[in-house]
């Protein structure tokens, strides 16, 4: 592969050229990389390559014909060569992209791609419309020039050479490859300052090590990048056979109220028993009603012993089956504590909103995702007008919102943990 660049700063690249992997490609002719100084197409014996924009405004454009006098001149030896142009409006590169554009160079545009570096304001919309093929974006964030940008382009796209990487298996398992982040990695030593490599990964079984890294990986990518979920998960095999011990947490404080302060609701029989209910109908391992005042949580209680030995025992005997799965704590804090001392681990906190809010996930992506999960996983539902946003922050993952047809969204609580119980664990 020939990379040809164009740029007001040829110098940044000299080192870049001589280091690291990219040297050695280029020393074993593996790709071509060769500079072209923007300035040699200047349009005076000044040396101009740029005007003030028309319309006014601040900084400096790229004029049109510099760069298409450049591009031309590169394009001689090859004029199917593609011209890739990096600005902060291009599209996001990613390294389904890469491989796109590497493929295209190689079959169709004979292994050449031109990359234009523009600086300042940027360039003549009139370049662009007329001798780009590619306009590439970085992220959503500005750098003072596109050369930084293109060596990263450089880098990604070289990688995928065969031959430009010892080994080949690398570039296939790796973050973005499998439609995520890659797994985590250790090294020696196996103990440091008390935090350890997993055992996991030193007992030798391969099959085991492969599981325990597809698990972490899914796990990595669905709290460091759930944006990413989705399209991992649809090239996974896993379905809903096994799943880590699951709780349901009913929060009555902090709470808010209709203009957002933070407020103490009070417990509904109806919460104590449906979703109770819905939690033995879906197999959760238990429901915590959290309740700051002593005299409600007594009450709770109270309502439990009817159904155990009570009346209502022989009345309803299934009822108390139900209620037996509840505990009822002051804090949510004793709700974690809990959970960590039974199973010995913290549990994954997910949490529920009537309200959006960013980083979601969809249920058929959880759905997925939770026999990838090797801890317990707690539910927080709120009541009133939902939990405060301080708790909400302490959660690892958000679940969408549930919608209707129309925009009448204030379903029950109660109503709320059926539904996204049953689209999370049922058949």
Known sequence: MKYSVL????????????????????????????????????????????????????GMVTRVESLVSGVEKIKEENPKARVLYFTPRGRPLTQKLIREINKEATEEAGSQLILVCSRYEGVDERFVQGWVDYELSVGDFIYMGGEVPAMSFLEASSRLIPGVLGNEESTELESFEIGGLEHPQYTKPRTYRGRHVPEVLLNGNHQEIENNRRNASLVDTSLRRPDLLPQMLSLSDRTLKEKPPLYLALI????????????????????????????????????????????????IQRICDHWEAGVGSHYNPNRFEALAKIFHVSTFDDVISSIEKEHGVLPYVVATSARP??????????????????????????????????????????????FGPGDYNHLSVRSAVAIILDRLFGE
């Open 252 to 299: 009555h404080n902090p709470v808010v109220d209709k203009e957002g302060e933070i407020i103490t609701s009070s417990i509904t029989n109806l919460d104590v028993h449906d979703i109770a209910r819905s939690v033995r109908t879906f197999e959760l391992n238990g429901y915590y009603i959290v309740h700051p005042s002593l005299t409600l949580r007594r009450l």
């Open 357 to 402: 809010t960013e980083h979601t996930l969809d249920y058929e992506s959880f759905r997925r995702l939770v026999p990838s999960l090797s801890r317990p996983i707690l539910f927080l539902f709120g009541t009133a007008w939902g939990m405060h946003s301080s708790l909400i922050d302490r959660a690892d993952y958000r679940l969408d919102p549930i």
């Open 7 to 58: 740029t007001l700063f040829p110098d940044l690249f000299s080192p870049f050229k001589n280091v690291t992997l990219v040297s050695k490609a280029i020393e074993n002719s593996l790709i071509y990389l060769d500079i072209h100084d923007l300035r040699g197409f200047a349009i005076n014996s000044r040396g101009q390559t740029d005007d003030t924009p028309y319309g006014g405004g601040g």
